[in-house]
């Protein structure tokens, strides 16, 4: 059972997942107390599906673009949890997550999250194959920069307020804006690419993994 947490900004998310099913799934948004709600939320998660922590075989976990303190938070969470049980980590950026939620097309994709003092942070991906593929690294943007940016048919999902979406929907010709249950960050997502990569081999040490911080205006953290 691979266990995915994504803390990445005030949204919160657990999800336990075995490569085949989704045993649990659980999203919430927090008000800046992610230290305190995450242990007991992973408790209780485990306890409706009558698991426990010798369950877990390996721990998935969102390493941002997001929240400099909440990415923090979870990835400490899950570092302690690797060290103590010695499980294999394996780190997934979390616009990677939002990209995955809508089914792949052949015309370009921003994925976004918000990142702090009225900014997002946006992920521009491609279609390959079945799955997209991050077409550059990640940058900040205001939601007007970014539908000015946009002069072709683009697929938007991701965490908006509603004032953001609102400008973003004015462009209804290029901009097709995704719902908003359609982007609702699922940890199960980041819980199945988790696991491919897991599977593929692909872990990351615990001592060395970091969060993706972009900065925002003022070259602050976000």
Do not use: C
Request: aromatic share 4%; no cysteine.
């Amino acid at each position: 059972m691979l266990l995915a947490v994504d803390t990445s900004t005030a949204q919160l998310g657990l999800a336990l997942y075995d490569g085949a099913t989704v045993a649990a799934e659980l999203t919430w948004t927090s008000r800046q107390r992610h230290t305190v709600e995450l242990a007991p939320a992973l408790a209780g998660l485990l306890a409706r599906t009558g698991l426990s922590m010798d369950s877990l075989q390996a721990l998935g976990v969102a390493i941002g673009p997001g929240s400099f303190t909440s990415l923090r938070v979870g990835l400490a969470f899950v570092k302690g949890l690797a060290l103590a049980r010695r499980l294999p980590i394996i780190g997934v950026p979390t616009l990677d997550a939002v990209a995955a939620s809508v089914p792949v097309q052949h015309i370009p994709l921003a994925a976004v999250i918000q990142a702090g003092r009225g900014r997002i942070a946006v992920g521009w991906y491609k279609a390959f194959e079945t799955e997209w593929q991050a077409a550059g690294p990640a940058r900040t943007t205001s939601a007007d920069e970014l539908a000015e940016s946009i002069h072709h048919p683009t697929l938007v999902v991701g965490e908006l307020s509603a004032e953001e979406r609102q400008r973003l929907a004015r462009k209804r010709k290029n901009i097709l804006l995704a719902s908003a249950a359609q982007s609702v960050r699922r940890p199960a997502l980041l819980a199945e690419l988790a696991w491919e990569r897991w599977q593929a081999g692909h872990t990351d040490e615990a001592a060395s993994l970091a969060p993706i911080y972009l900065h925002v205006d003022g070259g602050l953290p976000a």
